[in-house]
């Protein structure tokens, strides 16, 4: 009974290790090519405007002000890549009705700008976290320091 047991433990174990999904990730995967992404961003400019995200590289906050200000202008962000999506999403879906022209190249060209302004989000996304990350560290490290007076 016991070697029954730890048979049916081991066999369970080594069948839910060895069915985990590994997840790897991609950094250098792109949906389309740079020279697609430029067509469908200027192709969009039209209907949907354009998209500037916020430069987050190297940030050193310094206020718990600061990281409130910086973390709306991160939502703000978000919100307008949102917005821009649903707009793409409209100009796409205006080539998908009868008697439009099935052989535009503009569905494609708007889905490679919209591809294109979600990397830009998480772009955003981890350098945020990256400098929030660097705040806390800074402020715990701060809160270690004893006052010599």
């Not at 997840?23 to 209907?47: D, F, H, K, L, M």
């Not at 205006?94 to 569905?107: I, W």
């Amino acid at each position: 009974m016991k070697r029954t047991i730890a048979a049916l433990a081991l066999t369970t174990a080594l069948t839910f290790s060895a069915t985990a999904q590994q997840y790897a990730s991609n950094e250098g995967y792109r949906v389309c090519a740079p020279s697609a992404t430029e067509q469908g961003i200027t192709v969009a400019a039209e209907q949907c405007g354009t998209v500037k995200a916020p430069d987050f590289t190297g940030l050193n906050i310094g206020s718990e002000g600061q990281l409130q200000s910086l973390m709306n202008q991160r939502e703000t962000f978000r919100a307008e890549v949102k917005d821009y999506g649903q707009c793409i999403t409209t100009l796409i879906n205006s080539y998908r009705r009868p008697g439009a022209p099935a052989d535009s190249l503009v569905p494609d060209q708007a889905a490679c700008a919209h591809s294109w302004a979600e990397d830009q989000s998480t772009e955003v996304v981890r350098q945020f976290g990256k400098a929030c990350i660097d705040y806390s560290n800074r402020s715990v490290m701060d809160a270690d320091l004893q006052d010599y007076t």
